[in-house]
């Protein structure tokens, strides 16, 4: 596609329960980054995927978060057993490469997400 | 570690006014800058960035110059008009080995600007 997209773009759900969120990247991407964007917080770096492999977990907030990628091109954020400090925007970005610090990173319109 | 500090806003303009955002950095690297911007229920979108240090970053009538002995990337636009409201990051990208890969960013200031 011509950009980068995210799936839902809302989602509501109930504390407890488990979420997950897509992301599909700009064909020929090889660098996927997750954020997260809340109130007070700000935008929150997340995990960062290398082709399929995760070099980075360590912005996830806890264990309850996971992500993977399959075949280089979609990626997978899950959130297991909501809290309500969970709800916020999360963002997804791609990039050519992760090599160069002077690269661009495209993000996605992103999935705002609230636990009741 | 790396981190971006940024005006807090909201800051509020007439159209036609001068705009500044005060955004300074700290770095492990040498890092490269960027403002991002987000127009209401819009996705992020970069506005402009610099690499290296006395480079300016310029678009949309936007301008930040990369100053390393200030370790700052003020935005500036001489003009400003209703459709700029948006929300303005500062971000920087640090290429000092095992870091070149996410951005940082500042918190954000709201800008409106008023017919």
């Known amino acids: 596609g011509a950009g980068v997209s995210q799936s839902p773009s809302n989602k509501v759900t109930e504390k407890g329960k488990d979420v997950e969120l897509r992301c599909d990247p700009i064909?020929?991407?090889?660098?996927l980054y997750w954020y997260r964007q809340s109130l007070g917080q700000g935008l929150e770096f997340l995990i960062y995927f290398q082709g399929n492999s995760a070099p980075d977990k360590s912005g996830l907030p806890s264990d309850r978060f996971s992500a993977e990628r399959t075949g280089g091109s979609v990626s997978t954020l899950t959130i297991q057993r909501t809290q309500q400090e969970d709800s916020a925007v999360y963002l997804c970005?791609?990039?050519?490469?992760?090599?160069?610090?002077?690269?661009?990173?495209?993000f996605g319109p992103g999935t705002r997400l609230t636990v009741l | 570690g790396d981190s971006v500090t940024q005006m807090e806003g909201p800051v509020t303009l007439s159209e036609e006014a001068f705009l500044t955002i005060n955004c300074t950095y700290t770095a492990t690297g040498y890092p490269s800058l960027f403002w991002y911007v987000q127009y209401p229920g819009e996705g992020l979108q970069l506005l402009l960035k610099a690499t290296k240090a006395d480079d300016k970053g310029s678009n949309k009538g936007f301008e930040a110059t990369y100053r390393k002995e200030t370790t700052s990337f003020h935005l500036e636009k001489g003009s400003v008009q209703v459709s700029d409201s948006a929300v303005y990051f500062c971000?920087?990208?640090?290429?000092?080995?095992?870091?070149?890969?996410?951005?940082?960013f500042g918190k954000g200031t709201l800008l409106t600007v008023n017919p």
């Open positions: 970005a791609s990039t050519p490469l992760a090599r160069l610090a002077t690269d661009t990173q495209y």
């Open positions: 971000a920087l990208h640090d290429n000092s080995g095992g870091s070149n890969y996410k951005l940082t």
């Open positions: 064909s020929g991407h090889t660098a």
